[in-house]
């Protein structure tokens, strides 16, 4: 992209200053960068313009219609010869813009490229075409395209931005320079959108610009700084429907309007080719009786003649079809029912009905662990390196994203208390229950999980889960990092302590001694089934020597052992 300066001096020659500002000529080049930059800029403020869409009605679509239909336009110049004149660059690009144009805010924007189009072909001169005269004569054309184009034309909507933009450039284009023209007319766009919110009823009512004004000045905007290389700053336009356009999620105050939204069901929209432009009135009429926002514009794109794209909003969209028929050969037909947009765009995760019956969600440290849960049917939840979960929120995030009706939540301690209730608060809907089981460790998690019974009823089921997780005394062997007194007396840097639970009960000079004193003293309050999950810090050879140990010392407790790889610790152990 090539940067003008103040004096817009001829920049390797796309746009010269020779003969004064109404004569520099403007290099194809320029106009390529300018549709790209229009594109990027759009897409950048989609979501902004669909927020201030509330007329005709509020179904949050100008952004993404008017984005829609520049690529279309900017698309087409791929089959464009490089070299191509600056004319046959704006010809393509609204051809395409008027095939391609989705919702009327498309159609409009394509008449604005008909217009420069148009303008291109008066005002080229000798195969030069200055920039000031065709942006004079282009939004001149322009505003005159669009508002035929519209059935009934209403101030404070685009159309009214347009015809103060274009009433700048024509008293500025003689005297400016291209980029001061550019800037003048960019900025004038903004004063009038400004202004619309108390020119129309529908936009005072919801507190708002035009959304189609804005959509314009985006690409006003996108030619300054295509010119002069800095982008104009501009403010945040707030739309009622703030949220990236929550389609009819924001009501909208009413006073004082008459037929603030438009009581049409749905938006049809399609092509006529092989017509005679004199019958179009005649289908104008028809498609105004049966309902709004009727626009309808030709172009000279097809093989075939005139080619017109059709947009009107109806409760008969059969008949607005029928209306078209009968002028010419009626095809790309598309038909939007407001109605179902708008159920789509307003129902999130939390409000559609699940597609599963229960699901459980544990939290799991170690890639053993990991497989283990995962083939126990359960939805993992990784922690970090250091044992801790990285944010709650994965634990919310994994709640929707099973996408059940029932789930059984297991943080097995790795989430503070004060953190799982704000978590269950985000995570449950009126379809969604969510049960979280007082899990401390893996094995109290691995525990519930033997237990779970998808055929029982919901609640029996979390039951069952909770109850023999309580069951399952937990322990586990760690090494001490740090000279302290424990309730088995001072443990120093490298002694391998047993904890029950959080208390340091037994102090070995190994990993094997440590294990097995821990196990023996799990076991002195009765038991039946030892389970043991090796961490990633446990020696060759531990895991052999505990079973064996169990099996001398306690005759009849069964002894099960995974590789869980669990950061930080010898082993799990659990006595139930």
């Given at each position: 992209?090539?940067?003008?300066?103040?004096?817009?001096?001829?920049?390797?020659?796309?746009?010269?200053?020779?003969?004064?500002?109404?004569?520099?000529?403007l290099?194809?080049?320029?106009?390529?960068?300018?549709?790209?930059?229009?594109?990027?800029a759009?897409?950048?403020?989609?979501?902004?313009?669909?927020?201030?869409?509330?007329?005709?009605?509020?179904?949050?679509?100008?952004?993404?219609?008017?984005?829609?239909?520049?690529?279309?336009?900017?698309?087409?110049?791929?089959?464009?010869?490089?070299?191509a004149?600056?004319?046959?660059?704006?010809?393509?690009?609204?051809?395409?813009?008027?095939?391609?144009?989705?919702?009327?805010?498309?159609?409009?924007?394509?008449?604005?490229?008909v217009?420069?189009?148009?303008?291109?072909?008066?005002?080229?001169?000798?195969?030069?075409?200055?920039?000031?005269?065709?942006?004079?004569?282009?939004?001149?054309l322009?505003?005159?395209?669009?508002?035929r184009?519209?059935?009934?034309?209403?101030?404070?909507?685009?159309?009214?931005?347009?015809?103060?933009?274009?009433?700048?450039?024509?008293?500025?284009?003689?005297?400016?320079?291209?980029?001061?023209?550019?800037r003048?007319?960019?900025?004038?766009?903004?004063?009038?959108?400004?202004?619309?919110?108390?020119?129309?009823?529908?936009?005072?009512?919801?507190?708002?610009?035009?959304?189609?004004?804005?959509?314009?000045?985006?690409l006003?905007?996108?030619?300054?700084?295509?010119l002069?290389?800095?982008?104009?700053?501009?403010?945040?336009?707030?739309?009622?429907?703030?949220?990236?356009?929550?389609?009819?999620?924001?009501?909208?105050?009413?006073?004082?309007?008459?037929?603030?939204?438009?009581?049409?069901?749905?938006?049809?929209?399609?092509?006529?080719?092989?017509?005679?432009?004199?019958?179009?009135?005649?289908?104008?009429?028809?498609?105004?009786?049966?309902?709004?926002?009727?626009?309808?514009?030709?172009?000279?794109?097809?093989?075939?003649?005139?080619?017109?794209?059709?947009?009107?909003?109806?409760?008969?969209?059969?008949?607005?079809?029928?209306?078209?028929?009968?002028?010419?050969?009626?095809?790309?037909?598309?038909?939007?029912c407001?109605?179902?947009?708008?159920?789509?765009?307003?129902?999130?995760?939390?409000?559609?009905?699940p597609?599963?019956?229960?699901?459980?969600?544990?939290?799991?440290?170690?890639?053993?662990?990991?497989?283990?849960?995962?083939?126990?049917?359960?939805?993992?939840?990784?922690?970090?390196?250091?044992?801790?979960?990285?944010?709650?929120?994965?634990?919310?995030?994994?709640?929707?994203?099973?996408?059940?009706?029932?789930?059984?939540?297991?943080?097995?301690g790795?989430?503070?208390?004060?953190?799982?209730?704000?978590?269950?608060?985000?995570?449950?809907?009126?379809?969604?229950?969510?049960?979280?089981?007082?899990?401390?460790?893996?094995?109290?998690?691995?525990?519930?999980?033997?237990?779970?019974?998808?055929?029982?009823?919901?609640?029996?089921?979390?039951?069952?889960?909770?109850?023999?997780?309580?069951?399952?005394?937990?322990?586990?062997?760690?090494?001490?990092?740090?000279?302290?007194?424990?309730?088995?007396?001072?443990?120093?840097?490298?002694?391998?302590?047993?904890?029950?639970?959080?208390?340091?009960?037994?102090?070995?000079?190994?990993?094997?001694?440590?294990?097995?004193?821990?196990?023996?003293?799990?076991?002195?309050?009765?038991?039946?089934?030892?389970?043991l999950?090796?961490?990633?810090?446990?020696?060759?050879?531990?895991?052999?020597?505990?079973?064996?140990?169990?099996?001398?010392?306690?005759?009849?407790?069964?002894?099960?052992a995974?590789?869980?790889?669990?950061?930080?610790?010898?082993?799990?152990?659990?006595?139930?």
């Amino acid at each position: 992209m090539t940067a003008i300066g103040p004096n817009d001096a001829d920049a390797g020659g796309r746009v010269g200053s020779s003969g004064g500002p109404a004569a520099a000529g403007l290099d194809a080049g320029v106009l390529r960068d300018w549709f790209e930059a229009c594109t990027d800029a759009l897409a950048a403020v989609r979501a902004e313009i669909n927020d201030l869409n509330v007329f005709p009605i509020p179904d949050s679509d100008t952004g993404s219609n008017m984005l829609h239909t520049m690529t279309a336009a900017a698309d087409a110049l791929d089959e464009v010869d490089v070299a191509a004149p600056a004319a046959t660059v704006l010809r393509a690009a609204a051809d395409a813009a008027v095939a391609q144009a989705r919702g009327n805010s498309g159609i409009i924007l394509s008449q604005v490229l008909v217009g420069l189009a148009d303008a291109a072909g008066i005002e080229t001169v000798d195969g030069v075409l200055s920039f000031n005269r065709l942006w004079a004569a282009g939004l001149g054309l322009a505003t005159l395209a669009a508002t035929r184009a519209v059935s009934e034309p209403r101030e404070g909507t685009v159309l009214t931005v347009l015809r103060e933009t274009a009433r700048t450039a024509t008293a500025e284009a003689a005297t400016s320079s291209p980029g001061d023209l550019a800037r003048a007319v960019a900025d004038a766009c903004a004063d009038a959108l400004d202004r619309t919110t108390g020119q129309l009823a529908e936009l005072a009512a919801a507190g708002v610009v035009d959304a189609g004004g804005r959509g314009l000045l985006v690409l006003l905007d996108a030619m300054v700084e295509v010119l002069t290389g800095v982008a104009a700053p501009r403010r945040r336009y707030e739309g009622a429907l703030v949220g990236g356009g929550d389609t009819r999620s924001h009501a909208i105050a009413t006073d004082g309007c008459d037929d603030v939204s438009s009581e049409m069901d749905y938006e049809v929209m399609y092509a006529i080719t092989g017509a005679d432009a004199a019958r179009i009135p005649t289908l104008r009429s028809a498609l105004d009786e049966l309902g709004d926002a009727v626009v309808i514009v030709g172009d000279s794109s097809g093989d075939t003649g005139e080619r017109f794209s059709v947009h009107v909003h109806t409760c008969d969209a059969g008949a607005a079809v029928e209306a078209g028929l009968a002028v010419g050969r009626v095809g790309d037909i598309r038909i939007t029912c407001f109605v179902l947009d708008a159920h789509k765009a307003s129902t999130g995760p939390a409000d559609r009905l699940p597609t599963r019956r229960r699901a459980v969600v544990t939290v799991a440290s170690g890639d053993g662990a990991a497989e283990l849960f995962a083939s126990e049917g359960a939805h993992v939840v990784r922690s970090g390196p250091d044992g801790a979960v990285v944010d709650a929120e994965q634990i919310a995030q994994a709640i929707v994203d099973v996408d059940a009706a029932h789930v059984v939540v297991m943080a097995n301690g790795s989430v503070p208390a004060p953190d799982l209730v704000t978590v269950a608060a985000s995570a449950r809907s009126a379809h969604r229950a969510v049960v979280f089981l007082p899990t401390l460790s893996m094995v109290q998690a691995l525990s519930a999980l033997a237990v779970h019974d998808i055929t029982a009823a919901p609640d029996a089921d979390a039951y069952a889960m909770a109850e023999a997780a309580a069951a399952t005394r937990r322990g586990s062997v760690v090494t001490a990092t740090e000279t302290a007194l424990t309730l088995a007396g001072t443990c120093e840097p490298g002694d391998l302590l047993g904890l029950i639970g959080v208390d340091v009960l037994v102090i070995g000079p190994d990993q094997v001694s440590a294990a097995t004193a821990l196990v023996d003293l799990m076991l002195g309050t009765g038991g039946e089934l030892v389970t043991l999950l090796a961490g990633a810090d446990i020696d060759d050879g531990v895991v052999e020597a505990v079973e064996r140990h169990v099996a001398s010392a306690h005759p009849g407790v069964e002894f099960s052992a995974y590789e869980a790889g669990q950061p930080g610790e010898v082993l799990q152990v659990g006595v139930e």
